[in-house]
């Protein structure tokens, strides 16, 4: 296993420190060397293999839990954007979700190999009915944790891009408010910047405590942090959501 410090950097190193370098080859383009020579290079993905898990992106969620606790067993979560599987694959072992009584439920549009203990369902979030699928899902319960670690592939037009991953950050909001238990936490990725003025304001009238983490397993040169709410409040009238408490 890699030491921490090593895993401090978040994974980064300097080409002069890197132990494998990958050579260019007929068809590869520059982008791709970089990123298969970064993902041989990286202790998480390492890591990541050796503990099971489906991505790197699973240490992000058990870092980010380790600091702010909010999972606990018995409780019932909700994974936003879930493939490959890794922050799932975290939920379903920290609240001890079973092929029996399955406590977890993933959406994503890409295809998901199955993961014991856990109700993956093959979709765009974006779309109108995905919500109430996500509901049916969870057998009409409401969730204790909605997490989302959703986001678009960049166009490259800095403001498209900004505006789509506020979206997707505002419907997951959105769908937390509607379906979590009081006491309940919500955790999505948002991007440097912070987030948008109006949805944090939202977030605080309805969490008792908000914060912006970038765990130590988030890459250094990537803009992404994580927006953790804690504490709902409870939905107050004209909020009706379609779960049972
Ligand atoms: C960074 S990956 C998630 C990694 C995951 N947390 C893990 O640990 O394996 C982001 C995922 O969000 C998904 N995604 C993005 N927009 C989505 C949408 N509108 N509906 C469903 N999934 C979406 C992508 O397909 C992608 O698999």
Redesign the pocket.
Known sequence: MANNKALGTGGRKSDKDLKIRVKTAKGRTVASTKWLQRQLNDPYVARARAEG??????F??KEIDEKHKFFRKGMRVV????????????AAAAVGSTVEKPLVVG????DMDPIPGVILLK?????ED?PAMLIEAMGGQGADVV???????TTGHRATDHLRIVH?IEIAADFAIQVLRPGGSFVA?VFQGGTEHELLHMLKRHFNTTFHVKPPSSRKDSAEAYLVAKGFKGRTEGEDGQADE
């Not at 898990?53 to 699973?58: G, V």
């Not at 936003?80 to 599987?85: E, S, V, Y």
């Not at 959406?107 to 890409?110: E, K, M």
């Not at 979709?123 to 779309?127: A, P, Q, Y």
């Open positions: 898990y489906r991505s790197r992106a699973a992000k969620i994974d936003l954007g879930a493939a490959p599987g890794g922050w799932s694959q975290v959406i994503d549009y890409l979709k765009d979030f974006t779309e995905a997490m989302s670690d959703m986001a678009w592939p997707l990725k």
